[in-house]
């Protein structure tokens, strides 16, 4: 099994910054796609920002040039970092790891999500 936790989030006033992390664990051979998906409340979930083995990154257009999302190889860690908040961004925050695992049997697994909440 896959585990994947995300941590980083809270409470933070419009213009502030936050940094999430995101760790997987467990019997992982490789992992490929790792990224960061959010969903506010009434809302679908929805793409933040995916980076894939080779270091390439995509972002969605609302958040280019204020979040930046980056990998620790070593760590099996991917993160988020997050300025000029804005209140649109409170949200939960999930992380997405793509891979394989024991028996190079595919895998797609989500952590629980973390709040990230942007008022003044």
């Known amino acids: 099994q896959v585990q994947v936790t995300e941590s980083g989030g809270g409470l933070v006033q419009p213009g502030g910054s936050l940094r999430l992390s995101c760790a997987a664990s467990g019997s992982i051979v490789s992992m490929n796609r790792m990224g960061w998906y959010r969903q506010a409340p009434g809302k679908q979930r929805e793409l933040v920002a995916i980076i894939s083995t080779d270091g390439t990154t995509n972002y969605a257009e609302f958040v280019k040039g204020r979040f930046t999302i980056a990998r620790d190889y070593a760590k099996n860690t991917v993160y988020l970092q997050m300025n000029s908040l804005k209140p649109e961004d409170t949200a939960v925050y999930y992380c997405?790891?793509?891979?394989?695992?024991?028996?190079?049997?595919?895998?797609?697994?989500w952590g629980q999500g973390t709040q990230v909440t942007v008022s003044s």
């Open positions: 997405n790891v793509l891979g394989l695992r024991m028996g190079f049997v595919r895998f797609d697994s």
